[in-house]
């Protein structure tokens, strides 16, 4: 069971252009939802993350959008570069300290000049 | 911020032995460990999650027997694949969180695992 789902697969944006990544939860005692970006050969390094009490967060180039009702939430990356090429995750988990994320299957990205 | 110290960061070794991979929470206390195994273009699955002091909690399908897990302070936790098989080569990650976390999640940068 994919508790998470993550689309698309892979992007490819141009240079400036505006990067959206997809992604949608099932269980809805979820209440932390971070997205990751990773390098290859690297762990995933936490890009932004959120709450359900809001319905966006934004820093920097990256927003991420909340839609509860919808369960749903998505990363937007404003004015992407060629240094945003990265492989990106959503994840969710509960409030506890011993829950662990169970990640989106990830989504290839790049950007191209 | 947080940090979560993992090594070796690459390994090599040969079919029948063990490697561990040690990972070290440097300004915090990691009450819980994560760890996570990821193939190529692929996602992280999880393979355990671990107390500090406590034993392991093992994922459908993760042999225990195989993918030892240690926690036994808060600051360090090893996980030791034992008698290796070329169908363990992958990426492995650790992922910590502290008692005052709030949601946090430090993630280690991973261990290559090449068993030929």
């Given amino acids: 069971q994919q508790q998470v789902k993550q689309s698309p697969q892979s992007l490819i944006v141009q240079k400036g252009g505006i990067s959206i990544i997809n992604c949608a939860y099932e269980n809805t005692a979820f209440d932390y939802f971070p997205w990751y970006q990773q390098f290859p050969g690297k762990g995933p390094a936490l890009l932004i993350a959120i709450r359900p009490d809001v319905s966006e967060k934004k820093e920097g180039r990256f927003t991420i959008?909340?839609?509860?009702?919808?369960?749903?939430?998505?990363?937007?990356?404003?004015?992407?570069?060629?240094?945003?090429?990265?492989?990106?995750?959503?994840?969710?988990?509960?409030?506890?300290?011993?829950?662990?994320?169970?990640?989106?299957?990830?989504?290839?990205?790049?950007?191209?000049? | 911020g947080a940090v979560v110290s993992q090594h070796p960061s690459r390994v090599i070794c040969k079919s029948g032995t063990s490697v561990k991979i040690e990972c070290r929470s440097l300004d915090f206390q990691a009450t819980t460990m994560f760890w996570y195994r990821q193939f190529p273009k692929q996602s992280l699955m999880l393979m355990a999650t671990s107390n500090e002091g406590s034993k392991a909690t093992y994922e459908?399908?993760?042999?225990?027997?195989?993918?030892?897990?240690?926690?036994?302070?808060?600051?360090?936790?090893?996980?030791?694949v034992t008698s290796a098989h070329p169908e363990d080569s992958s990426f492995y990650i650790c992922s910590a969180r502290g008692q005052l976390a709030n949601y946090g999640y430090t993630f280690g940068s991973g261990t290559r695992l090449t068993v030929v």
């Fill in chain 2, 60 to 80: 459908q399908g993760v042999e225990k027997d195989k993918f030892l897990i240690n926690h036994a302070s808060l600051t360090l936790s090893t996980l030791t």
């Fill in chain 1, 65 to 113: 959008s909340f839609n509860k009702s919808a369960k749903q939430f998505s990363l937007h990356i404003m004015d992407s570069q060629p240094g945003d090429s990265a492989t990106y995750f959503c994840a969710a988990s509960r409030n506890s300290g011993n829950t662990p994320l169970v990640f989106g299957k990830g989504t290839r990205l790049s950007v191209i000049a």
